[in-house]
C-alpha cells in the first residue's frame, strides 16, 4: 500500500503504522446509515468513538502478528488499516511450518486477551444485565460489552480457513508438516477461492464489506501461490545464472531521440547507460517514454535515467532478488562481482527462466 495514500500514526514497537485514506469512507458511511437511522449527533459520535476503539483492537491484532513475526526471525515492514481490518506487511515471513502456526495464531489471540480483560472489567466495574441490553445503538451503558462482542467476532472471522486470512494460515500451516509448502499452499488457496466467491455472493445480498473482503481475498491467495511457485522453482538459483553480459547499451550524453529510435531494435526491458566506460544507471522503456513525454527528443538520458540503483551481487540468491524487484517495482538491476560491473538483471529473463525451469521441472 504506498503510503502517499496513507496517514501515518506512529511507529509502536518500531512498525510504521498507518491509516489508508479509504477509512474516512468508512467513518462516513456510519455517519450516514447512522443519520437514515434518525440518530441524534451525540449517539451518532458514540458509534464512531466505538469504530475507532474497534480499530485500536485491530492495530494491537496486527502488532500480534508482527511482534510473533519478528521474534521468529521474521521482518515487518509496516501495518495498514483499511476499512475492512488491519494488514501487516511482511517483509520476510517465518516460513517453518510451527513458526508461521504461532505468528498466524497471535493475532486472534491477542483479542482473546483483550475480550477477557473486557469481562475482568465489565463483571468487576461496569456489570450489566446481558437480558436488558438494547444491541441496536452502542451507547456508554453496553459500550463495553459490545467492544468485546466484536472481539470475539473477530476472532471467530479470522479464523475461517480462508487463505490468506489467519486461518487459512494456519490452515496451510497444519498441512505443510505433512506435505510441500507449495502444495500446501495450493490446498489451502483452492479453499481460500472457495471461500472467497461465497463472501463476494453472499456480500452482495447482506453486507458490501464482505465483497470487498472476498475479492482481497481472492487476489491475495494468487498472489501469495505465485510467490511460492518462484520460490520453488527458483531455490538453489543464484543471480548468476541469468545475468546478462550483453545488453543494448547507450551513453549519458544521449539524447532521448537516440534512445528512442534503437528502442524499436531491442528486446530488453530497457538500455544500460554509460559515462566514459563505467556503469552509470538504467534507463527501462518506461523512464524513457516519460522523459520523451517531459524533455522532449533533445532531453539528454542523464536526466532522466536511474541512477543510485542499489546492485545485486552475481550469488545473490535469485528467488530473493525477484521478491525485491517484484515489491519496488524494479525490470532492470545491475549486478556486480568482486566489486566490478558485471551486466544486468532483467525482470522479463527472469520471468522465462521460471516458465522454463518450470516446465523441465514437471517433465522430468
Ligand atoms: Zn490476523
Redesign the pocket.
Given at each position: 500500500m504506498k503510503s502517499r495514500y496513507s496517514l501515518s500514526l506512529g511507529k509502536p514497537f518500531g512498525i510504521k503504522v498507518s491509516v489508508h485514506w479509504t477509512f474516512s469512507l468508512l467513518i462516513a458511511w456510519i455517519v450516514l446509515i447512522s443519520l437514515g437511522r434518525g440518530l441524534a449527533a451525540p449517539q451518532i459520535l458514540m458509534h464512531i468513538v466505538f469504530v475507532l476503539a474497534l480499530f485500536v483492537c485491530v492495530v494491537l491484532?496486527?502488532l500480534?502478528?508482527s511482534i510473533a513475526a519478528i521474534r521468529l526471525g521474521g521482518a515487518v515492514d509496516s501495518i495498514t488499516l483499511l476499512p475492512i481490518g488491519?494488514m501487516?506487511h511482511l517483509s520476510k515471513m517465518p516460513e517453518r511450518p510451527m513458526d508461521e502456526f504461532m505468528v498466524?495464531a497471535a493475532?486472534?489471540l491477542v483479542n482473546v486477551v483483550i475480550a477477557g480483560l473486557l469481562w475482568i472489567y465489565v463483571a468487576l466495574f461496569h456489570p450489566v444485565d446481558i437480558a436488558a441490553i438494547e444491541f441496536e445503538t452502542i451507547t456508554a451503558a453496553n459500550f463495553p460489552i459490545m467492544l468485546l462482542a466484536a472481539n470475539l467476532f473477530i476472532v471467530a472471522f479470522?479464523l475461517i480457513p480462508a487463505f490468506p486470512?489467519?486461518g487459512g494460515r494456519l490452515f496451510r500451516s497444519a498441512l505443510s508438516i505433512r506435505m510441500s509448502r507449495l502444495k500446501a499452499t495450493r490446498i489451502a488457496k483452492d479453499i481460500g477461492q472457495v471461500f472467497a466467491i461465497v463472501f463476494i455472493v453472499g456480500g452482495l445480498f447482506f453486507n458490501p464489506f464482505l465483497v470487498v473482503i472476498g475479492f482481497f481475498i481472492l487476489l491475495g491467495a494468487k498472489g501469495e501461490y505465485e510467490m511460492i511457485k518462484y520460490q520453488d522453482v527458483l531455490k538453489d538459483q543464484t543471480v548468476r545464472e541469468i545475468v546478462k553480459t550483453e545488453f543494448a547499451e547507450l551513453d549519458v550524453d544521449d539524447t532521448l531521440g537516440k534512445a528512442a529510435e534503437r528502442l524499436v531494435q531491442v528486446s530488453d526491458n530497457g538500455f544500460v547507460i554509460m559515462s566514459e566506460g563505467e556503469f552509470a544507471g538504467i534507463l527501462t522503456k518506461n523512464d524513457l517514454i516519460n522523459g520523451l513525454n517531459s524533455h522532449g527528443r533533445e532531453g539528454k538520458i542523464k536526466d532522466v535515467m536511474q541512477t543510485g540503483l542499489q546492485p545485486i551481487h552475481c550469488d545473490t540468491p535469485l528467488f530473493d532478488v525477484y521478491r525485491d524487484m517484484q515489491k519496488n517495482r524494479l525490470y532492470m538491476l545491475p549486478v556486480i562481482e568482486n566489486k566490478e560491473f558485471k551486466g544486468i538483471l532483467d525482470l522479463e529473463n527472469l520471468h522465462e527462466f521460471f516458465l522454463i525451469r518450470k516446465a523441465t521441472k514437471i517433465n522430468s
Amino acid at each position: 500500500m504506498k503510503s502517499r495514500y496513507s496517514l501515518s500514526l506512529g511507529k509502536p514497537f518500531g512498525i510504521k503504522v498507518s491509516v489508508h485514506w479509504t477509512f474516512s469512507l468508512l467513518i462516513a458511511w456510519i455517519v450516514l446509515i447512522s443519520l437514515g437511522r434518525g440518530l441524534a449527533a451525540p449517539q451518532i459520535l458514540m458509534h464512531i468513538v466505538f469504530v475507532l476503539a474497534l480499530f485500536v483492537c485491530v492495530v494491537l491484532h496486527e502488532l500480534g502478528h508482527s511482534i510473533a513475526a519478528i521474534r521468529l526471525g521474521g521482518a515487518v515492514d509496516s501495518i495498514t488499516l483499511l476499512p475492512i481490518g488491519g494488514m501487516a506487511h511482511l517483509s520476510k515471513m517465518p516460513e517453518r511450518p510451527m513458526d508461521e502456526f504461532m505468528v498466524s495464531a497471535a493475532g486472534p489471540l491477542v483479542n482473546v486477551v483483550i475480550a477477557g480483560l473486557l469481562w475482568i472489567y465489565v463483571a468487576l466495574f461496569h456489570p450489566v444485565d446481558i437480558a436488558a441490553i438494547e444491541f441496536e445503538t452502542i451507547t456508554a451503558a453496553n459500550f463495553p460489552i459490545m467492544l468485546l462482542a466484536a472481539n470475539l467476532f473477530i476472532v471467530a472471522f479470522n479464523l475461517i480457513p480462508a487463505f490468506p486470512m489467519d486461518g487459512g494460515r494456519l490452515f496451510r500451516s497444519a498441512l505443510s508438516i505433512r506435505m510441500s509448502r507449495l502444495k500446501a499452499t495450493r490446498i489451502a488457496k483452492d479453499i481460500g477461492q472457495v471461500f472467497a466467491i461465497v463472501f463476494i455472493v453472499g456480500g452482495l445480498f447482506f453486507n458490501p464489506f464482505l465483497v470487498v473482503i472476498g475479492f482481497f481475498i481472492l487476489l491475495g491467495a494468487k498472489g501469495e501461490y505465485e510467490m511460492i511457485k518462484y520460490q520453488d522453482v527458483l531455490k538453489d538459483q543464484t543471480v548468476r545464472e541469468i545475468v546478462k553480459t550483453e545488453f543494448a547499451e547507450l551513453d549519458v550524453d544521449d539524447t532521448l531521440g537516440k534512445a528512442a529510435e534503437r528502442l524499436v531494435q531491442v528486446s530488453d526491458n530497457g538500455f544500460v547507460i554509460m559515462s566514459e566506460g563505467e556503469f552509470a544507471g538504467i534507463l527501462t522503456k518506461n523512464d524513457l517514454i516519460n522523459g520523451l513525454n517531459s524533455h522532449g527528443r533533445e532531453g539528454k538520458i542523464k536526466d532522466v535515467m536511474q541512477t543510485g540503483l542499489q546492485p545485486i551481487h552475481c550469488d545473490t540468491p535469485l528467488f530473493d532478488v525477484y521478491r525485491d524487484m517484484q515489491k519496488n517495482r524494479l525490470y532492470m538491476l545491475p549486478v556486480i562481482e568482486n566489486k566490478e560491473f558485471k551486466g544486468i538483471l532483467d525482470l522479463e529473463n527472469l520471468h522465462e527462466f521460471f516458465l522454463i525451469r518450470k516446465a523441465t521441472k514437471i517433465n522430468s
